[in-house]
Structure formats: C-alpha cells, structure tokens
C-alpha cells in the first residue's frame, strides 16, 4: 500500500503524472483512489494529488501518512512537506543538492536539453521510479508511454523518462 503525494504548479503535469500512475497501478489489479487540489484556475497557481494504491477508503492523504512526496517545486515541497510520514521520501525538481530523505534532480533543465520543458514532470517521474520502492516499475511506466498512439508524443515522453532513470544511476552509487 502507498500513499503519495503529487505537487507542483498548474502546467507541470501533476494531474497527468496522478492520472498516469493510477492507469497503470489499475491495469496491473491494483485498487487505486485519488484527489486533485488546485490552486488559482491559471498556469503557475498551487496544485497537489494525494494519490493511494492499495485498500484505502478515503481519498485524501492524511499528515504524515505519506510514503512519498514528488513535487515539482521546491515552493510546493515546503508547502505539501506536512504530508510526509517519518521516514517518508521526497523526490524533487530542483538545483539544489539531495540530502537525507530528499532526492533532487534538475527535471527542468534536462527537460529543456531534450527540447521541451513539460517533459520536466516525466524526467522526473523516471527518476522517482529508479529510486522508489513501489509497486509501479520503471518498465510499467515505459509500457503504458509506449502505447500512446501520438509518435512524436511517445517519443518525447520516452526519451525523458529514460534520462531521468539515468539520473538515478548517479543517485544509487
């Protein structure tokens, strides 16, 4: 069972990266239940999904019963930060150096070398499942991307999946 927390800003793909790992948890049997919170109705307002797998009843996350928080924003982390349980781990978009518990990669601007920024919130998804202990694997991810019937669509969202699992290698040695 896990219990995950989503957050960034409108635009940065939280609702695609919920929906996504839902799809592929549902497809693989798993029971799946989650909620959206948005910010301001406009690119760049405050957004987070609590996003549970397993035999929950209730869709909202409470404090301190996250297993994960992946956030797009280091604003958002210190903002979603109270959902995390001891021992909990953030996965982060940002410069800044990971610590204990919290593992950050530059999601943005390796989405910006593979040519487009709204790729940051997959590099960071590939990134998040290379070093998560959860039920969703790097190749379910990859599988249910590579179905997308869009090619170019497929392609990108490959590609930035691939170089955030690279990222990780640095990470895990």
Known sequence: MI?????GRGGQGIVFLTRLLGEIATKKGMAVISSETHGMAVRGG????????GAF????????HADYLV???SSETFNNRHFLKQGGIVFENSLAPSA?????????????????????????????ASLADFEIS????KQRLDADSREMVRRYNLKALE???????????
Not at 3 to 7: A, D, G, K, T, V
């Open 71 to 73: 956030s797009m924003d």
């Open 138 to 141: 790097l190749d379910d991810i």
């Open 57 to 64: 009843s209730s869709p909202l996350i409470r404090w301190g």
């Open 163 to 173: 170089a955030g699992a690279n990222a990780a290698l640095v990470h895990k040695t």
């Open 100 to 128: 204990s518990g919290v593992y950050r990669i530059d999601a943005s601007g390796m989405a910006r070398s593979l040519g487009k920024i709204q790729l940051e919130n997959v590099v960071l998804l590939g990134f998040t």
């Open 3 to 7: 219990q995950m927390i989503l957050c």
């Open 46 to 53: 405050s957004i987070n999904s609590h996003l549970k797998i």
